[in-house]
């Protein structure tokens, strides 16, 4: 049961829980709809109730959501429902950030203001599931707002949805996407060849990649190790992985396992095609 203290707009409304006496974001069709501060209301099985007691990266939830138009969080929400079964299990406060970037790339458009991110192929590939996922918010905003949005923003879209599924922030995300870029630009330079993003072994590198920070993260090691074999062997292969692997330390403030190396190296050897 939930004390209406706000009605943002028909389909959403602030509440207060009545067992805790916390605030919380309730949406649903048609639930903020004649409803008077004070009044008690039960969360029907089609609405939704969100904590306003979140901390997000870009603020408390509670202080997003005063700023903002609510049809930005029904449009999120809309997002994070197809992503939930897409994916089967989400989190669900990553709801206000999205919500928030939302507004933000909404405006820019409308002031002529659109961004370019170099990294939106990376991430196309990367989260590829995610990226066709937040595809699904370009009907959504032509319908509703009358704004087209180009590959760039469905990235960072992408990005959220990622961060909603996995244990990852969507800063930590974009470096992953990062150093997968730099990761072949080095291999690019040093062979002289330029790499197809669509072959198996760019997606295995990328992929290879994106685990390798997550084990980083979560303090969990490789229990074979492939650094004297690789760098005997495939000795270029091998000092690139180093290369990589120590900007990758300096972004995470942490020291990679050193088997990470060989692994990483057996990948880059893979991609550049001189096996």
């Known amino acids: 049961m939930f004390r209406v203290k706000k009605v943002l707009n028909h389909n959403t409304l602030i509440g207060i829980g009545m067992e805790d006496n916390r605030e919380y974001l309730l949406i649903g069709k048609g639930i903020g709809f004649g409803r008077k501060i004070s009044e008690r209301i039960e969360a029907t099985g089609e609405s939704t109730v969100y904590s306003l007691h979140e901390q997000t990266q870009r603020g408390a939830a509670a202080e997003l959501v005063k700023g903002m138009d609510p049809v930005f969080l029904e449009i999120a929400e809309q997002i994070l429902k197809e992503s939930e079964q897409v994916f089967g299990r989400i989190d669900w406060a990553i709801l206000f950030p999205m919500a928030d970037h939302i507004a933000f790339a909404v405006k820019r458009i409308r002031n002529n203001e659109q961004i370019s991110n170099p990294l939106t192929g990376d991430i196309r590939a990367l989260f590829h599931i995610e990226y066709k996922v937040a595809q699904g918010i370009c009907p959504v905003l032509k319908e509703r707002l009358d704004v087209e949005i180009d590959e760039h923003e469905i990235g960072y879209i ?105 692994y990483l190296a057996m990948h880059i050897q893979r991609v550049s095609g001189e096996e």
Not at 181 to 191: K, P, S
Not at 218 to 236: A, Q, R, V
């Open 158 to 262: 992408a990005l959220h949805i990622h961060s909603a599924i996995e244990d990852e922030n969507v800063a930590l995300s974009m470096q992953i996407a990062r150093t997968v870029r730099e990761c072949i630009q080095l291999v690019e330079n040093e062979t002289g060849m330029t790499i197809d993003v669509m072959s198996l072994s760019y997606n295995r590198l990328m992929n290879h990649v994106r685990y390798m920070v997550a084990r980083a993260v979560k303090g969990e090691k490789l229990k074979l190790n492939m650094n004297d074999y690789m760098s005997e062997k495939f000795p270029d292969a091998f000092r690139l992985a180093s290369i990589v692997c120590g900007h990758l330390e300096k972004y995470l403030k942490k020291p990679l396992d050193e088997v990470e190396t060989g």
